[in-house]
């Protein structure tokens, strides 16, 4: 079947925005066009949202916190290889 081009006016902004997102999905903004475009015609309606999954706040802490655990050099044992840690966490047994 042949294209068809479309122009679409967007404020600037939300054009590099969008286009940010796609890339971050893995998706060309003309995929994400057709994506829309075919759902919409296949369900008859506004069809669904694509999104990526946030962190919510106490993942964010969580996130935060294992940060600054690592960058402590004195945290917690540190070992070069899984054999030495291994040996170490069986040695309890």
Do not use: H, W
């Not at 068809?4 to 404020?11: E, G, H, L, S, Y």
């Not at 999905?25 to 694509?50: D, H, W, Y």
């Not at 940060?67 to 309890?92: E, H, I, Q, W």
Request: hydrophobic content about 40%; charged content about 30%.
């Amino acid at each position: 079947m042949p294209s068809a081009n479309i122009n679409i006016r967007m404020d600037s902004d939300l054009k590099n925005q969008f286009e940010a997102f796609c890339k971050d999905v893995g998706l060309t903004m003309t995929a994400a066009f057709n994506v829309f475009a075919k759902k919409a015609v296949s369900e008859q309606r506004i069809p669904f949202s694509i999104g990526r999954d946030l962190p919510n706040q106490d993942t964010l802490e969580a996130m935060a916190e294992v940060k600054s655990m690592k960058a402590d050099p004195n945290y917690g044992k540190r070992y070069k290889d899984v054999d030495t840690m291994m040996k170490d966490l069986l040695s309890d047994v």
